[in-house]
T-cell receptor, first 113, second 116 residues
């Protein structure tokens, strides 16, 4: 079993819809949780990061972490065609490598006008 | 905000030659930088952790003699793919975080390597 599981999609929604993206994980030592957006042939761009359980909101984006269920979510409100990208969840725990990130496979999102 | 510059963004090289990729933190210092590899429609795979002033830590299965990492200063890490072969063709991405301890690592824009 991979440490981080993420449905690769693709996920297609109409403009203005609420998008829900999710990841599950197995390592209870993970403490830091992040969501990245990656456009084709570009490096990932950090959208949100949270520590431990709880919610965090930034504009149209809301990140949720439920450590008891080992489940994290990213919600995008009023989705726009420019939100079309691959969304990667990432999480980390301290190791000999420092706080190296463990990534999900990424979910491909398409927002249609 | 924290900016990481990666160069070159795209390189084609002949089989058997070596290629160097640079990763620079432009507006912050980073004692640790990470190198990832990404295949099409796959997630990022951590290759190695680059530590300023010491040897890099490689993940299991990554050949340290093939992927040479040098972290000579707090703002620069380099990855050299030695004796490149077509199977080394991939998207290589570096990341770094400021010393202040934020764990939202910033990524470079990536380098697409094609070995012919």
């Amino acid at each position: 079993q991979k440490e981080v599981e993420q449905d690769p999609g693709p996920l297609s929604v109409p403009e203005g819809a609420i998008v829900s993206l999710n990841c599950t994980y197995s390592n209870s030592a993970f403490q830091y949780f992040m969501w990245y957006r990656q456009y084709s042939r570009k490096g990932p761009e950090l959208l949100m990061y949270t520590y431990s359980s709880g919610n965090k909101e930034d504009g149209r984006f809301t990140a949720q972490v439920d450590k008891s269920s080992k489940y994290i979510s990213l919600f995008i409100r009023d989705s726009q065609p420019s939100d079309s990208a691959t969304y990667l969840c990432a999480m980390s725990a301290y190791s000999n490598s420092g706080y190296a990130l463990n990534f999900g496979k990424g979910t491909s999102l398409l927002v249609t006008p | 905000g924290a900016v990481v510059s990666q160069h070159p963004s795209w390189v084609i090289c002949k089989s058997g030659t070596s290629v160097k990729i640079e990763c620079r933190s432009l507006d912050f210092q980073a004692t640790t930088m990470f190198w990832y590899r990404q295949f099409p429609k796959q997630s990022l795979m951590l290759m190695a952790t680059s530590n300023e002033g010491s040897k890099a830590t490689y993940e299991q299965g990554v050949e340290k003699d093939k992927f040479l990492i040098n972290h000579a200063s707090l703002t620069l890490s380099t990855l050299t793919v030695t004796s490149a072969h077509p199977e080394d063709s991939s998207f290589y991405i570096c990341s770094a975080a400021p010393l202040t301890g934020t764990y939202g690592y910033t990524f470079g824009s990536g380098t697409r390597l094609t070995v012919v």
